[in-house]
């Protein structure tokens, strides 16, 4: 069996592969295709108008070890808009790619990875505590296929 560290630095190094060839895409097909899947993943929480503090706000994710970063908000659709880089915004969520598997996986306690300065909130702490709860909400059946399918399957093997 593997050892949950293992498969979170085979993970992460995957997914930083993977970032890296996703940032070499035109900036519109970037922005268009992260919209389009974190639109689809809190549909149920964007159709209970649960996003509406965040209209006309922004937010960065910052993934430390990929040097990569996107600033998003919501439309007055209820549709994400996301970009490439940072934006003029309220809050900062930051830290690496690993920590925001095991925050998306559900392999540690959100509360556990801030409190342990994994991942780190700058600016309107507020605001970013009410995205990060929202981002805790969201249930693995909401994922994209592919997506879901890893990170279920990270969560078996970091088991004991």
Same mark, same amino acid.
């Given at each position: 069996m593997f050892e949950s560290t293992q498969v979170l630095n085979v993970a992460s190094r995957m997914s930083l592969i993977w970032l890296k060839t996703f940032a070499l895409a035109p900036v519109s097909l970037q922005s268009r295709l992260v919209s389009s899947v974190v639109t689809q993943c809190f549909r149920q929480q964007l159709a209970e108008d649960e996003f509406d503090f965040l209209q006309g706000r922004w937010v960065? &994710? %910052?993934l430390t070890d990929a040097a990569m970063c996107w600033s998003f908000t919501v439309d007055e659709h209820q549709h994400?808009?996301?970009?490439?880089?940072?934006t003029q915004s309220e809050?900062?969520?930051?830290?690496p790619i690993r920590a925001f598997l095991k925050l998306m996986s559900r392999t540690v306690d959100p509360d556990t990875?801030?409190?342990?300065?994994?991942l780190v909130i700058s600016g309107d702490t507020e605001l970013g505590l009410a995205v990060?709860?929202?981002f805790d909400s &969201? %249930?693995?059946?909401?994922?994209?296929n592919p997506f879901r399918i890893t990170l279920q399957k990270l969560h078996q093997w970091s088991r004991p």
């Open positions: 960065t &994710i %910052e994400f808009l996301m970009r490439p880089g940072q809050s900062r969520i930051k830290g990875l801030f409190f342990q300065r994994e990060k709860n929202l &969201i %249930e693995p059946e909401d994922l994209p």
